[in-house]
């Protein structure tokens, strides 16, 4: 149990990794940090799965609802980040100018 347990954290871990370099994508793409069309697309995906696994959907999806508010969480932050490095850079580069 401890295996899969451990397997478990790694896939969140490596999801958390593919995530944070998305959200970076979207901030310097001037990307919204959401995308609530595919949010809604995943979750009928997430419901067919579980049940075919023999779980509860409704579980998978409070389960699962829960990880993307966090990458949603990092995804603004992310975006407040790259904001405030633009606005800092172009503030120094007028600075530079005069």
Same mark, same amino acid.
């Given at each position: %149990? =401890?295996? #899969? &347990? &451990?397997?478990? !954290?790694?896939?969140?871990?490596?999801?958390?990794? $593919?995530?944070? *370099? $998305?959200?970076?994508? *979207?901030? @310097? +793409? &001037?990307?919204?940090? #959401? =995308?609530? #069309?595919?949010?809604?697309?995943? !979750?009928?995906?997430?419901?067919?799965?579980?049940?075919?696994?023999?779980?509860?959907? &409704?579980?998978?999806?409070?389960?699962?609802?829960? #990880? %993307?508010?966090?990458? $949603?969480? +990092?995804?603004?932050? $992310?975006?407040?980040?790259?904001?405030?490095?633009?606005? @800092?850079?172009? !503030?120094?580069? +007028? =600075?530079?100018?005069?």
């Amino acid at each position: %149990m =401890d295996e #899969v &347990d &451990d397997a478990l !954290v790694r896939l969140l871990a490596e999801r958390f990794r $593919i995530t944070h *370099k $998305i959200g970076v994508f *979207k901030a @310097e +793409n &001037d990307l919204p940090p #959401v =995308d609530l #069309v595919r949010q809604h697309q995943q !979750v009928g995906g997430w419901r067919e799965l579980a049940e075919a696994e023999g779980l509860d959907p &409704d579980f998978c999806e409070r389960f699962l609802h829960f #990880v %993307m508010d966090e990458v $949603i969480r +990092n995804h603004w932050r $992310i975006a407040e980040a790259v904001s405030e490095f633009s606005i @800092e850079h172009e !503030v120094h580069r +007028n =600075d530079e100018r005069s």
